[in-house]
């Protein structure tokens, strides 16, 4: 990855360029490219795009998320936003949960591979989560990116939320309001 279009990404979304953040980001990136070559874990796979559509669209929620919060990424997939908000705010606790094995297999690998605390992986399915008592009304923040409609992501991530908690939807430029 051109680290230069990460620094760019950073800059655009007003964080704090630093060597670490850089590094870890450059060594998550790669990593991505590569398992994403034998496993689909996004179509989005030019640095440019990647720099844009998944790093700095997650970045940009960073202002939104209280220092120091227990963050849930439902649907996580390939680490957009969960494990990109974590690479550069080390105060979060991430969960990263998804459905598909082969994704939570990559998420627990790149984990691992950036030495990154304070974040783990769940296969798993949301519906079924937000019934557990361990998982009910834990987190301080639930996001989402592009899984399902908002009415269906509603029923599926605010059950995770615990009272007085932010769920924040990413969703395309569709006004879903009205449905939800």
Known sequence: ?????????LELASIDA????VRQTT????????????VNLTAITDDESIGTRHLQ???????????GST??????GAGFP??????????????????????????????????????CTIHGRAEELGRDHLYRDQF???VARAVTALPTLLELSLPLVRPG????????????????
Request: with cysteine.
């Open 27 to 38: 060594l998550f990136v790669d990593h991505l490219k590569k398992v994403n070559e034998t």
């Open 1 to 9: 990855m051109d680290e230069r279009i990460i620094v760019k990404a």
């Open 165 to 180: 908690g932010l769920f924040i939807a990413m969703k395309g430029r569709d006004d879903e309001t009205a449905e939800s």
């Open 71 to 76: 963050l849930i990424d439902v649907g996580s």
């Open 82 to 119: 969960g494990l990109a908000l974590k690479i550069v705010r080390s105060d979060l606790d991430v969960t990263l949960l998804d459905s598909v094995r082969k994704k939570t297999d990559f998420l627990e690998s790149a984990v691992e591979l950036l030495d990154i605390d304070h974040a």
């Open 57 to 67: 669209d997650s970045w940009m929620l960073c202002p939104y998320i209280p220092k």
């Open 18 to 21: 630093s060597p670490e953040v």
């Open 140 to 142: 301080d923040v639930a």
